[in-house]
Structures are given as structure tokens and as C-alpha cells.
């Protein structure tokens, strides 16, 4: 089982509005990621969890906020989003967060903020 | 610097094989990645190779890698319309040897005619 999964599929909210996005991995990865990719765009780090710790965050404003409850669940905290956060937000997991482990991605959360 | 270079757009007839190239400027990566994504989804793990080897063949997919010109590439063999996606060329970057983030190409779509 290779899966991770993400919920919501799709995601409309006002700038006003507190949301959150889930990923779940059943596959025991101790690393897990947050992305955003922009239409036309490759894939930007967002976040990493190793061991269930936040161990980089790549200068993301603060009105994203990530949780990993455990090591299967990633959570991000939607809070005051502005409209060009609207994008794709992908989650992936990997064994570990050494290079020598490859990085299994969900569908993703198509995310409009209006 | 961290770009990964990539053409953006590459035509085949359906039967034909595909070749699709990549650069990366980072020497010391040493994990090479291919994903794939269609319309809407997420990045599929397609392949990968370690720095170690100059070639991975996996049924239709071949791997080729040009360390000395930091050159990557990925052959599809009698391409099919259903290989139709963006393909995405990741390095690792290597955070003190200890993790390791994907940097991504800005992907090439590969069009695919019956």
C-alpha cells in the first residue's frame, strides 16, 4: 500500500474563514510534507515532519499552520488566506527524511480562496 | 543554485518513443527522481536513480544519467496515449546530509498523439 490520501478533494473559502486540510498515510512514514503548486507550476516545499517534529518550514506565513497529531495524520491550518493562495496543496510521506527514501504523494486539496 | 532546467512541452505520435531531458545543478545530489501528473491529480512516483548509476531501465521506462554534465533524461518506449501528463524532473536537495527536500523542474507535458 503506497497510498496517501487527502481530504477534502476541493476546498472554497473566504478570506475570513478558518479551514483545515488533512493527509493520512497507513504506510509507517516518519516523514511527512506539506507542498503547494501553483497552476503551471512545479511543486514548492512547504513544510516537513520528521518523527512527528515540524523540521523545516520554508518561510511560510503564518496563516498556514501545520499539526502532525501522529505519525500517520498531517494536518494545515487554513486561517486569514489571501486570494493567491489559491493553488494545489499536496501532501506527501516518505520512510524517513533522508535523501535515500522516495516521497509518495496524495491527490491533493484544490484550494480557492475568494 | 537550486534550478532544475526542463523543456516544457514535447510531441510524440503514439507507438513513438518519447525522451524527455532534464538538468540539475546541484552535484551533490544523489537521488534522482521522475514523477508523472495528469490533469488534476497528484505526482505519481514514476522512477528514480542514484547518482552511482549511469542507467535504470524499468519495462518501458529508461533512466540515463550524465553526472559529469548533470544531465538526466527519461525514454518512454512505444508511448501510449495514456503516458499524456506533466512530467516532472526532482533533485534532492541535501539539508547537511541529514534530509533531503525535492527540488523540482518546472516540468515538461508531453503530448501524446494517437
Known amino acids: 500500500d503506497t497510498e496517501v490520501t487527502q481530504t477534502p478533494k476541493h476546498l472554497v473559502m473566504g478570506m475570513t474563514n478558518k479551514k483545515s486540510l488533512k493527509c493520512e498515510q497507513h504506510?509507517?512514514?516518519?516523514?511527512m510534507y506539506w507542498y503547494k503548486q501553483k497552476a503551471k507550476k512545479p511543486p514548492e516545499l512547504m513544510f516537513v515532519?520528521?518523527?512527528?517534529?515540524?523540521?523545516i518550514n520554508e518561510s511560510v506565513p503564518s496563516r498556514f499552520s501545520p499539526e502532525c497529531p501522529n505519525s500517520s495524520l498531517l494536518n494545515l491550518h487554513l486561517h486569514a488566506l489571501q486570494p493567491e493562495d489559491s493553488a494545489l496543496y499536496l501532501c506527501a510521506s516518505s520512510q524517513d527524511p533522508t535523501p535515500a527514501y522516495e516521497q509518495y504523494f496524495g491527490p491533493g486539496t484544490r484550494l480557492t480562496v475568494t | 543554485g537550486e534550478d532544475v532546467e526542463q523543456s516544457l512541452f514535447l510531441s510524440v505520435r503514439e507507438g513513438d518513443s518519447s525522451v524527455i531531458n532534464c538538468t540539475y545543478t546541484d552535484s551533490s545530489s544523489t537521488y534522482l527522481y521522475w514523477y508523472k501528473q495528469e490533469p488534476g491529480a497528484g505526482l505519481q512516483l514514476l522512477t528514480y536513480i542514484f547518482s552511482n548509476m549511469d542507467m535504470k531501465q524499468d519495462q518501458r521506462l529508461t533512466v540515463l544519467l550524465n553526472k559529469k554534465d548533470k544531465h538526466l533524461s527519461l525514454r518512454i518506449a512505444d508511448t501510449q496515449t495514456g503516458d499524456s501528463a506533466i512530467y516532472f524532473c526532482a533533485e534532492v536537495l541535501n539539508y547537511g546530509g541529514s534530509q533531503g527536500n525535492l527540488i523540482f523542474g518546472k516540468g515538461t507535458k508531453l503530448s501524446v498523439k494517437p
Open positions: 515532519y520528521s518523527y512527528e517534529k515540524l523540521s
Open positions: 504506510m509507517g512514514h516518519r516523514a
